[in-house]
C-alpha cells in the first residue's frame, strides 16, 4: 500500500480514558480522579485491596471483586488502601453507547462472574494501551459491551431496598456541597438550606459516613486544592480565592496542617513524582 493512502477508517475523538487504580493513586491526570462530579460517568473494578467509597453521600466499604459504576451527575469519593489493584474507566456522556441509568455497587463473589467482569475491564484497558487503527471506536465498543455485562450482572444480585431518611438527607447535603463548597459556605448555611439543624446533619453524617459534615466540607474543598496544584499553573492565591478562602495565609495554614505539606512543597512534590512515572 502507498504510504500517503489514506487510513482505511476514520478514528473519533478520544471521548474514554482508562488507567489503573494502582496508578492512579500517584496521577495527576484530572480525568482518572477519584472524586467529585467532574462531569465523566466512570466505572471502577477493583481487582486486589480494599477501601470504602462515598456515592450520593452513603459510605459503603468494599474489597477486592467488586464492581462500581457512577453517572457523571453523582457526587462520590473513593478511599483506597495502598495495596489496591484495578482498573478506572472514564467517559464522556457524548460517548454512544448505553449506559446504566443509575449508580451500581456490586460485589461479585461468584468466581466465573469474576472472571467475566474481569476480562471485560482487561479488554477495555488493552485496546486503550494501543495505538492501532479505529482504537478510539474500539475503546468505546469494549466500554458499551462492559457497561451491558454489568447490566445483566447487577440485574441479577438486584435487592431492592427502601431509601432511609438518613439517606435522603446525605443525598441533599453532598449534592449541595458540590454545588457550593468553592463558596466557603459553613456548615449552618447548608444546614439552614436542608432544614435541619447543624447538630442533626452533623450527627447523621457521622452515622452514615463516619465523618462529621464539616469534615466532609473541608476534604472536598482540599480535594479539590490539590487537584489544581497538580493540573493547573495558578498562583497560591488564585486557588485560595477560587476556593473561597479569607486569606491565602489561612488556606495555606489548613492545607498543611491536613496534608503536612504546604500547597507549594505539594506542588513540587507531585511534580516531581510525575517525573519519575
Not at 173 to 196: C, H, K, P
Request: glycine share 6%; hydrophobic share 40%; net charge positive.
Amino acid at each position: 500500500m502507498d504510504a500517503q493512502s489514506p487510513a482505511l477508517l476514520e478514528d473519533k475523538e478520544q471521548r474514554v480514558f482508562v488507567g489503573s487504580l494502582a496508578g492512579t493513586l500517584r496521577s495527576s491526570n484530572p480525568e482518572l480522579r477519584l472524586d467529585s462530579c467532574n462531569g465523566l460517568h466512570k466505572f471502577f473494578w477493583i481487582s486486589k485491596g480494599n477501601g470504602r467509597c462515598m456515592i450520593n453521600g452513603v459510605t459503603r466499604s468494599f474489597g477486592p471483586n467488586t464492581a462500581i459504576f457512577i453517572p457523571s451527575d453523582v457526587p462520590h469519593r473513593l478511599e483506597l488502601s495502598n495495596n489496591v489493584f484495578g482498573t478506572i474507566v472514564t467517559l464522556f456522556p457524548s460517548i454512544g453507547v448505553s449506559l446504566p441509568d443509575q449508580t451500581v455497587f456490586l460485589p461479585i463473589l461468584n468466581l466465573m462472574d469474576q472472571k467475566q467482569i474481569a476480562n471485560r475491564f482487561g479488554r477495555v484497558f488493552s485496546e486503550f494501551n494501543t495505538t492501532g487503527v479505529g482504537r478510539n471506536i474500539a475503546v468505546e465498543y469494549l466500554v458499551g459491551l462492559l457497561a451491558v455485562h454489568l447490566a445483566r450482572m447487577a440485574q441479577k444480585h438486584f435487592k431492592s431496598s427502601k431509601i432511609s431518611a438518613s439517606q435522603r438527607l446525605m443525598e441533599g447535603f453532598v449534592n449541595l456541597l458540590e454545588r457550593d463548597f468553592r463558596s466557603a459556605r459553613i456548615l449552618t448555611e447548608y444546614a439552614q438550606e436542608l432544614g435541619v439543624t447543624p447538630t442533626h446533619l452533623t450527627r447523621v453524617c457521622q452515622q452514615v459516613n463516619g465523618k462529621s459534615a464539616s469534615r466532609l466540607i473541608q476534604e472536598r474543598v482540599l480535594s479539590e486544592a490539590r487537584m489544581m496544584l497538580m493540573n493547573t499553573d495558578h498562583k497560591i492565591l488564585e486557588i485560595s480565592n477560587h476556593l473561597g478562602f479569607s486569606s491565602p495565609a489561612y488556606f495555606t495554614r489548613l492545607f498543611s496542617s491536613k496534608l503536612g505539606k504546604t500547597p507549594k512543597e505539594f506542588r513540587r512534590s507531585q511534580a516531581r513524582l510525575t517525573q519519575r512515572h
